[in-house]
């Protein structure tokens, strides 16, 4: 990148300084406390105590018009007690008629709408929101860093009534302070904050204005007064649950374990402790998630494991405190972080060697024995996470003929992460730490050569924000060290995130004798929010580092720097209600200071008048890849043009049509991708939605690896022409019955197949001409045996074969659903019925047709799982 570049980007950064937003001025609501009768929670607003209260109330309109009045008013009132909070709210309406009520399951944040944030903290950088729609749907979500992250996994016990009449609708919540963590002091001041969403406008209104363009949230908000003398309760909050299920799966004729059907008992008990008025510990033992959604099927042709999230629930609630991504926005590199909960309870790693005439069963999954989360903030800004899991040593049982005996394939294992951090100045200066560790108790030699003995992260990060939060900085730094058997560390070292075995990697050495790796990375930017917006920042991470053991990272050994301005249009202008637009721009390196990708885009999009939403962008990129020849040489690639785009109609509507896609070609043809998605999505009724989203995909790829053979001494590196075609379609159904009372339906058809031709080996991999780095095979050089469903490949003609390579053309077809139905009987208490199944089948003919693969797949045998849990919430 130039140095003029540089300096015009400085520039602008200066330039902005001049630009930032005044502070609104600071509301302040006074809550009255309720003696001795506290009001009935019924959505009325009817009981007398509530004309003790004062209404706040004023207001602005946030979208679309920033800064503007809203159509509708807006007001209300807040009480406690010693041991609640209520919060009675009336929402005018002067069409009570188009009031949208929609019944949704939890957290569906659906039609008509208010919100309550309490910074309770009153650090300025979380809160604690409560929302509830006309329905009396309620939704709840922690919020932290300062408005960044809203987790909807966290699930409180609270009340909440609505009631409709000819002024509008109006709410009372009731939410006990054992659910919120405040100091321990006798005058209470917290943050607060009200929205209102109006559905048919697609408006939101405040109570305390933040324009679009501020940066932050919690740390805008207004104050809540009047609160004294009240404690934190006792919190013990304990869960236990019963489970059964029963399994039918196609039986293996010559696998005595395979049995065909199985039933199973379990139970287990999840609780919630506080540990002090502000540190809250939730233990897990026996967990079962067996209500979780299954992941979408995939076809993954890559060197690199596919990222899934965590759908979890005791790893997702709370877990922004454990977050360490490794790097910031939403590239390739996004998803790499140093704890990946998915690590926990994973398949097991270890496959045993069997002879041919051996049968095995092993585990889908490693069981957790238990798990353990303390976390919480201080009234001195002191951020706290600890979580430990242990996960069960698992066995195979393996037979010959009757004889039997037994591999372990996942070890004993104990999982740590400690996380700490320190806010200062008002939250705009934070300071932290993080730990993890991995120790496995490997009790046999295989286990030795295939997984690390015990695994190391940890960092230091540091964050401030200055001139009015409108500028800010970010550093994280981070650590690895692996250790275990030689065998193991040489897997390391030779694996896809690092291949230090690559011929022309001379900055890098593999040694077989290693018994252990570290590394280290990090990424430091330093940005302004506003209307203009901006970033530059570069990232690093070593060839030794690893972070796969706990978190998740796609690959080392590289260095990478960054720019992004955005500019952002929050009122109506023209055609549109909002608008965005950004520019990006980045290289990278790896550690022998090649040049490996660099590339840029220009997006953006927005929201027109008729609620009709659109984002498109298009952008370039050349590489040279290190990954693609499995440990082979680098391979450069012809720069690659990427177009895409998105379109949706108007979702207040009761139907709603999209479109997504993407295209992706190489300078000359050689290859490209093409993907189309449509979304519609029906709601028949306020309780019932219906989603179908069908999807195709077309990859031509010229260079698709495929394998690495010996021929004389020396590597040849395999490649074909790849011709591959998918076709999905993911299905949901949505009905909620009450707020309490739901069923949800998620399936996925899921048909791909690919065809490989013009075989090739690699010549010259960095050669500037396309052709001259590889050389296509003749048909004298390949025999295709259909019989053995093998390629035999005479590379130097002498009329003999030369290695062989099994066919690699695919077909690969696969259904996967979940019905779950949920009952929720009491606040906290919960009833689950599930079906899950599974069908799968594949062949090599490579030929794509979706309705004959549709067909094939309902003619498989199907996996069905039928599950019932129930739970039972106590308060002690």
């Given at each position: ?96 008629e188009t009031i949208t009520s929609r019944v949704t399951r939890r957290d569906g944040f659906n039609g008509d709408w208010v919100e309550v944030n309490i910074d309770s903290y009153f650090d300025h950088r979380t809160a604690f929101s409560f929302t509830v729609n006309a329905a009396g749907v309620k939704g709840d979500e922690f919020i932290s860093n300062d408005g960044d992250n809203w987790d909807t996994n966290w699930n409180p016990i609270w ?718």
């Amino acid at each position: 990148m130039s140095s003029k570049f540089l300096t015009l980007v400085f520039a602008v950064f200066i330039f902005s300084l001049a630009m930032a937003n005044p502070d609104a001025t600071q509301k302040k609501a006074i809550a009255v406390r309720v003696n001795p009768h506290p009001p009935m929670i019924d959505g009325k607003l009817s009981d007398n105590i509530w004309q003790k209260a004062k209404w706040h109330g004023d207001f602005t309109q946030r979208e679309p018009e920033d800064g503007a009045a809203p159509t509708e008013k807006t007001q209300f009132k807040i009480l406690y007690d010693d041991e609640h909070l209520y919060i009675g709210i009336r929402a005018f309406d002067s069409q009570p008629e188009t009031i949208t009520s929609r019944v949704t399951r939890r957290d569906g944040f659906n039609g008509d709408w208010v919100e309550v944030n309490i910074d309770s903290y009153f650090d300025h950088r979380t809160a604690f929101s409560f929302t509830v729609n006309a329905a009396g749907v309620k939704g709840d979500e922690f919020i932290s860093n300062d408005g960044d992250n809203w987790d909807t996994n966290w699930n409180p016990i609270w009340h909440v009534g609505v009631n409709h009449d000819a002024e509008g609708w109006t709410a009372e919540m009731k939410i006990p302070f054992s659910q919120l963590r405040f100091a321990n002091k006798g005058k209470q001041i917290w943050g607060l904050e009200l929205t209102r969403r109006l559905f048919r406008k697609d408006e939101r209104s405040v109570w305390q204005y933040i324009p679009n363009s501020a940066p932050g949230w919690v740390s805008n908000f207004g104050e809540l007064h009047g609160i004294q003398n009240i404690k934190q309760s006792r919190r013990i909050e304990i869960l236990p649950y019963g489970v059964s299920d029963f399994r039918s799966q196609p039986k293996e004729s010559d696998n005595p374990f395979s049995k065909g059907r199985e039933t199973n008992l379990s139970g287990g008990l999840d609780a919630k402790i506080g540990v002090t008025s502000d540190l809250t510990m939730d233990v897990t033992i026996n967990p079962d998630f067996g209500q979780v959604e299954a992941d979408p099927s995939e076809v993954n042709l890559s060197a690199f494991e596919t990222f899934f999230p965590e759908k979890r629930t005791f790893f997702i609630e709370g877990n922004n405190i454990f977050e360490y991504r490794v790097m910031t926005g939403d590239g390739g590199f996004s998803n790499d972080r140093l704890f990946y909960s998915r690590r926990i309870g994973r398949q097991p790693q270890y496959e045993p060697e069997l002879d041919d005439s051996e049968s095995t069963l092993s585990p889908n999954n490693t069981s957790i024995l238990t798990a353990m989360k303390l976390s919480g903030k201080t009234r001195s800004g002191l951020s706290i996470g600890v979580l430990n899991a242990i996960t069960e040593k698992e066995i195979a049982p393996i037979d010959l003929n009757g004889a039997r005996r037994q591999e372990t394939v996942e070890p004993l294992t104990n999982y740590f992460i400690g996380r700490v951090q320190k806010d200062f100045n008002k939250g705009n200066t934070s300071v932290g730490g993080i730990f993890t560790s991995v120790n496995r108790d490997l009790d046999h030699d295989a286990l030795k050569a295939n997984l690390s003995k015990a695994a190391y992260t940890g960092g230091f990060d540091l964050s401030h924000r200055w001139h009015e939060k409108k500028y800010h900085m970010n550093l994280k730094t981070t650590f690895s060290n692996v250790t275990g058997d030689s065998r193991a560390i040489a897997d390391i070292q030779q694996s896809s995130q690092r291949y230090y075995q690559r011929p022309d990697a001379d900055y890098v050495t593999f040694d077989s004798t290693r018994t252990s790796l570290s590394g280290h990375g990090g990424y430091f930017n330093i940005g302004m929010s506003g209307k203009l917006r901006g970033s530059l920042g570069a990232m690093w991470r070593s060839p030794g580092f690893e972070l796969n053991d706990m978190g998740f990272l796609r690959q080392a050994d590289r260095l990478m720097q960054w720019t992004w301005l955005g500019y952002n249009i929050d009122k109506p202008v023209g055609i549109f209600r909002k608008l965005r637009m950004n520019f990006n721009q980045w290289q990278g390196w790896n550690f022998g200071q090649e040049s490996v990708f660099s590339g840029g885009n220009i997006n953006g999009g927005g929201q027109l008048k008729n609620y009709w939403n659109f984002w498109n962008g298009i952008g370039r990129e050349g590489s040279l890849s290190t990954s693609e020849l499995r440990g082979g040489p680098a391979l450069k690639f012809p720069a690659r043009w990427n177009y895409w785009f998105n379109v949706s109609t108007d979702d207040r509507k009761t139907y709603r049509l999209g479109m997504n896609g993407s295209n992706s070609w190489q300078n000359g043809g050689h290859s490209r991708r093409h993907n189309l998605s449509f979304r519609l999505e029906l709601r028949p009724k306020n309780s019932i939605q219906i989603q179908l989203n069908p999807f195709v995909n077309f990859n031509k790829n010229d260079l698709q690896y495929i394998d690495t053979v010996d021929f004389n001494g020396g590597d040849e590196y395999l490649l074909g022409r790849l011709d591959q075609k998918t076709v999905g379609i993911t299905m949901r159904v949505d009905y909620a019955i009450t707020p309490n009372l739901t069923i949800q339906y998620y399936g996925q058809p899921f048909v791909s197949a690919g065809k490989y031709l013009d075989f090739k080996r690699i010549t010259n991999p960095r050669s500037a001409s396309y052709s001259d780095r590889f050389e296509t095979f003749t048909d004298a050089q390949l025999e295709f045996n259909n019989a053995d469903e093998v390629i035999n490949f005479d590379q130097d003609l002498d009329g003999n074969s030369d290695y062989e390579l099994d066919f690699p053309d695919f077909s690969f077809r696969e259904f996967r659903s979940n019905l779950v139905v949920r009952w929720e009987y009491q606040p906290g208490s919960t009833v689950f019925f599930v079906w899950t199944q599974d069908r799968s089948g594949d062949d090599s003919d490579g030929n794509f047709s979706f309705k004959r693969g549709v067909e094939q797949l309902f003619e498989e045998e199907s996996t069905n799982i039928f599950l019932v849990k129930v739970s039972k919430w106590f308060s002690l």
